[in-house]
C-alpha cells in the first residue's frame, strides 16, 4: 500500500513539474488575459537588516482583539475626535466602529451599493466588483476614504453619501492606495498608485513580476489639476507628509524602502506643469535605504513615523527574493496557477458550480493563493524617529499581514490588516 502510495505521489509530483515547466513555451495569445512578464531583478540584502532586536510588544500582554471574525482586511483606520473608528474592509464597505459600545459595528457605506447582493460580507475575492477603500483619513473633521480603482472620495459620516474628489485616471490601468493632504495648500493631495499594470484583484502578480509603475500623484482638488511626481516606484504604498521637515513620505514596498520628497520642490514644479504632465526638476531620496521587510501604509506622528510591516525578514532573503534572479520560474509558477484557476472556473461554470471549487479557482487566478502558502504570525512596525534618525522595531508572534499602525494620542497602537479578521488594540 505504502509503495502505490509513494507511486502515486512521486508521478503525481513529476507531472505538475512537467506541466509548470511547459506553459512558459505555450504563446502569448493563449493568455492576454494575463500578460505577466517577471523581469530579473537583484534581491534586496534583506541579510543586511536582520532584525537583532526582535521582540513580540505588539503581541505580548494583552492585545485586544477587536471585532474578532466579524470583519475582514481592515486595512487602515481613521481615528474620529469623538473616539470613533472608521476602516475600509476587504468586502467594499466603510464602517464605523464605536469603542464606547463595545466596538459596535455600523456600516456607513459602500463603494458600489448597487451590487450589495453581490458583494458578500467578509469576501475578498470580489473586489473588482465590489471595490475596496484601501485608506480612511480625516481632514478638518472630515472623512476621505481612497478606493483602489476609482480615486478619493470625501464621505458623510452620517448619511454615508460619498462626493468625488479625483483625480481623473491618467492611465487605463492603475492601483489608488493612500493619500495626505499637503499641510501649506490643503487643496493639494498627494496620491500614491501602485501600479499601473495590474489593479487590486492581481495585484499579487505585480510582485512576481517585480515591475516597477508605481506613481505619487499630486492633485488639485479646487482646479481638478493633476500631475505625475513619479511614476518608476517599485509598488508606491502608503504615503504621509512630514510637516515640520516639509517633506512627503512614500513606502515602496518592492523596494522595501521610505522614499522622501520635498514638498516645496514639488509645489513650485507643480505650478508650471501640464495636467497630466509630469513634474520637472523634482528629486527623492532614500530616506531609509532598506527596511527588514516590506513596507506598507506609514503615518507620522509628530517626530515619530511608523511604518508597518505586514512580511518581516527575520532570517534575510526568502524564497520569493532568491527566484528574484529566475524570472521563467515566476512566469511558470505564475501561467501555472492562473491557468488551472481557468480550468477549474470552467468547470465550476459547466459542469459543478460548487461555492468551494468558486473560491478555489478565484484564489488561484488572482495570486491569493500565495498569501495562504507565505502566511505567518509575525509582521512588526518601524518606529522610525525623522528627527534623530533612530529606530525601533516592534515585533508581533501572534498575527501577521499588519498594514497600517496609528496612535491614538494615549499610548495605543491600533493595527490595520488587509488580510485578517480583526483590528488589534495594543498598549505600547
Not at 512627503?248 to 509645489?267: A, H, N, P, Y
Not at 528574484?324 to 459543478?352: D, H, Q, W
Request: charged content about 20%; aromatic content about 10%.
Amino acid at each position: 500500500m505504502f509503495t502505490f502510495l509513494f507511486n502515486v505521489l512521486s508521478r503525481s509530483v513529476v507531472v505538475v513539474l512537467v506541466a509548470m515547466l511547459s506553459v512558459n513555451y505555450i504563446p502569448d495569445s493563449m493568455f492576454q488575459d494575463f500578460p505577466l512578464e517577471p523581469r530579473q531583478v537583484v534581491p534586496n540584502d534583506y541579510d543586511s537588516v536582520i532584525p537583532q532586536n526582535w521582540n513580540t510588544k505588539l503581541s505580548s500582554g494583552k492585545p485586544e482583539y477587536i471585532q474578532l471574525n466579524n470583519i475582514l482586511g481592515p486595512e487602515s483606520i481613521a481615528i474620529a475626535k469623538n473616539g470613533l473608528l472608521y476602516t475600509g474592509l476587504a468586502d467594499g464597505r466603510l464602517v464605523e466602529l464605536d469603542p464606547s459600545n463595545k466596538y459596535k459595528l455600523r456600516t456607513v457605506a459602500r463603494v458600489n451599493p448597487h451590487l450589495k447582493n453581490k458583494c458578500p460580507d467578509n469576501s475578498a475575492l470580489r473586489c473588482d466588483e465590489c471595490g475596496r477603500f484601501l485608506q480612511v483619513r480625516f481632514n478638518n473633521d472630515t472623512l476621505y476614504a481612497i478606493e483602489a480603482a476609482t480615486g478619493l472620495y470625501k464621505v458623510d459620516t452620517k448619511s454615508g453619501v460619498k462626493a468625488p474628489v479625483g483625480p481623473k485616471s491618467l492611465s487605463k490601468v492603475h492601483l489608488y492606495n493612500s493619500f495626505a493632504f499637503d499641510p501649506v495648500e490643503p487643496n493639494l493631495i498627494y496620491i500614491t498608485v501602485s501600479s499601473t499594470r495590474w489593479n487590486l484583484l492581481y495585484i499579487v502578480w505585480s510582485l512576481f513580476e517585480q515591475e516597477s509603475t508605481g506613481q505619487l500623484l499630486v492633485l488639485d482638488t479646487k482646479t481638478g489639476k493633476r500631475a505625475i511626481v513619479f511614476d518608476d516606484m517599485r509598488m508606491a504604498n502608503g504615503v504621509d507628509v512630514d510637516a515640520k521637515r516639509d517633506q512627503v513620505l512614500v513606502s515602496e514596498t518592492l523596494g522595501s524602502k521610505i522614499t522622501s520628497v520635498s514638498m516645496k520642490d514639488i509645489r513650485a514644479a507643480f505650478k508650471v506643469a501640464t495636467d497630466g504632465g509630469k513634474l520637472k526638476g523634482v528629486e527623492r531620496k532614500a530616506l531609509i535605504p532598506l527596511v527588514p521587510g516590506s513596507p506598507d501604509n506609514v503615518i507620522v506622528e509628530g517626530d515619530i513615523a511608523y511604518v508597518a510591516l505586514p512580511f518581516v525578514k527575520l532570517n534575510g532573503k526568502d524564497f520569493m527574493d532568491h527566484l528574484g534572479s529566475m524570472p521563467n520560474v515566476r512566469k511558470a509558477i505564475g501561467r501555472f496557477m492562473f491557468g488551472t484557476g481557468k480550468l477549474l472556473e470552467y468547470v465550476c461554470k459547466n459542469f459543478y458550480p460548487h461555492p468551494l471549487l468558486e473560491t478555489a479557482y478565484r484564489e488561484l487566478k488572482c495570486g491569493h493563493t500565495n498569501y495562504r502558502i507565505i502566511q505567518n504570525d509575525k509582521s512588526a512596525v518601524l518606529k522610525y524617529n525623522l528627527a534623530t534618525g533612530s529606530s525601533e522595531l516592534l515585533g508581533s508572534d501572534l498575527f501577521g499581514f499588519i498594514s497600517e499602525a496609528v496612535p491614538d494620542g494615549k499610548g495605543n497602537l491600533y493595527l490595520g490588516s488587509f488580510r485578517s479578521p480583526f483590528i488589534v488594540k495594543q498598549k505600547i
